[in-house]
């Protein structure tokens, strides 16, 4: 269910897995009933394939009527459609820092070029606006420096992907070394695939620069995680801004404005590594900063509907039909 059709927010009516498990009839037409929640909103099918084997779903006879059932209640869980964040509210766009496993040694905060804790390192200004009162995602060590300094930061609400969605994203990155690759940043879902599916191992991005990357096969909620690495005793920060997750089509760079020398990064495949390929040499099309896009193959589909906005009011009910099969 989409709450509105401006609203990026969805929560799901069915199937019914507060109990934390759903078990669907296979191989024969079976019927579903759904008490609709009172309000407006528009009504998405959404399959989310998380395993390799193949299957068939069909829907039919889909009807909303009066019912005598009383009105339910939205489900307090929750997930977007899409995430578009510029960090120019000053707040961390409900992102959270945390890993359970190894805790970060510091927090990325939201901060703007005059509020930067340090501004010879920089950025001295966001890379929306090109503004010192823009914000935008940053990470700095405290001292004393360590040989493992790290930061994750990730999207605390899942957002829905499928074979044909991206992350779009300018990154920042500066330090007080060359030559050395010090410093590591990764881009790695977690939901149900875990696999760093972006990384740069450098000293300096030189100014920000901006990453579109595929997403994988999977059609399913994730939630996407920001890393910083430093593995040298070194000064230096790393700043994000821009991150928007969506159909990769209406995150692709239309202007052709200027012709320029980028690097492309492929992405890394392993599930739960930190990998960097060597970067290479290429020609695309630049607007304002470099386009690094990283190539990811991928062979799953997302089905979902296109609905009419539906006001709901006392006492409606959605009844549909649906088949599953699996192919073999």
């Given at each position: 269910?989409?709450?509105?059709?401006?609203?990026t927010?969805?929560?799901?009516?069915?199937?019914?897995?507060?109990?934390?498990?759903?078990?669907?009839?296979?191989?024969?037409?079976?019927?579903?009933?759904?008490?609709?929640?009172?309000g407006?909103?528009?009504?998405?099918?959404?399959?989310?394939m998380?395993?390799?084997?193949?299957?068939?779903?069909?829907?039919?006879?889909?009807?909303?009527?009066?019912?005598?059932?009383p009105?339910?209640?939205?489900?307090?869980?929750?997930?977007l459609?899409s995430?578009?964040?510029?960090?120019?509210?000053?707040?961390?766009?409900?992102?959270?820092?945390?890993?359970p496993?190894f805790?970060?040694?510091?927090n990325f905060?939201?901060?703007?070029?005059?509020?930067l804790?340090n501004?010879?390192?920089?950025?001295?200004?966001d890379?929306?606006r090109?503004?010192?009162?823009g914000?935008?995602?940053?990470?700095?060590?405290?001292?004393p420096f360590?040989?493992?300094d790290?930061?994750?930061?990730?999207?605390?609400?899942?957002?829905?992907?499928n074979?044909?969605?991206?992350?779009?994203?300018?990154?920042?990155?500066?330090?007080t070394?060359?030559?050395?690759?010090?410093?590591?940043?990764?881009?790695?879902?977690?939901?149900?695939?875990?696999?760093?599916?972006?990384?740069?191992?450098?000293?300096s991005?030189?100014?920000w620069?901006?990453a579109?990357?595929?997403?994988?096969?999977?059609?399913?909620?994730?939630?996407?995680?920001?890393?910083?690495?430093?593995?040298?005793?070194?000064?230096?920060?790393?700043?994000?801004?821009?991150i928007?997750v969506?159909?990769?089509?209406?995150?692709?760079?239309?202007?052709?404005?200027?012709?320029?020398?980028?690097?492309?990064?492929?992405?890394?495949?392993?599930?739960?590594?930190?990998?960097?390929?060597?970067?290479?040499?290429?020609?695309?099309?630049?607007?304002?900063?470099?386009?690094s896009?990283?190539?990811?193959?991928?062979?799953?589909?997302?089905t979902?509907?296109n609905?009419?906005?539906?006001?709901?009011?006392?006492?409606?009910?959605?009844?549909?039909i649906?088949?599953?099969?699996?192919?073999f």
């Open positions: 269910m989409q709450l509105s059709n401006q609203s927010i969805i929560q799901r009516l069915w199937p019914d897995d507060s109990s934390g498990q759903y078990s669907y009839i296979s191989d024969k037409w079976s019927w579903a009933i759904i008490n609709l929640p009172l407006e909103y528009t009504l998405l099918f959404y399959i989310a998380q395993h390799s084997t193949q299957r068939l779903f069909a829907l039919d006879n889909i009807s909303i009527t009066s019912c005598a059932y009105p339910t209640e939205r489900s307090s869980y929750h997930t459609l995430l578009s964040c510029t960090f120019d509210d000053l707040t961390m766009c409900s992102m959270t820092n945390d890993d496993f805790p970060p040694t510091a905060t939201v901060v703007t070029g005059e509020t804790p501004k010879e390192l920089g950025p001295n200004r890379h929306t090109n503004s010192t009162t914000g935008f995602l940053y990470w700095v060590q405290r001292l360590t040989a493992s790290t930061g994750r930061v990730y999207t605390s609400i899942s957002i829905n992907q074979r044909k969605s991206c992350v779009k994203f300018a990154y920042y990155v500066n330090s070394v060359s030559r050395t690759n010090a410093t590591e940043i990764s881009l790695s879902p977690g939901g149900c695939y875990a696999t760093t599916v972006w990384s740069l191992a450098l000293d991005s030189e100014g620069q901006t579109i990357v595929p997403l994988s096969h999977y059609a399913c909620a994730e939630k996407f995680y920001f890393e910083v690495r430093q593995t040298q005793l070194t000064a230096m920060s790393v700043a994000f801004d821009d928007e969506d159909q990769c089509i209406s995150l692709m760079p239309t202007s052709t404005s200027t012709i320029t020398s980028t690097t492309t990064v492929t992405a890394a495949s392993t599930s739960n590594s930190r990998r960097s390929s060597s970067p290479t040499t290429t020609t695309s099309i630049e607007t304002r900063s470099t386009i896009i990283a190539t990811v193959s991928t062979s799953e589909t997302t979902k509907s609905a009419y906005g539906l006001l709901s009011s006392d006492s409606m009910c959605l009844v549909l649906y088949f599953l099969s699996n192919l």
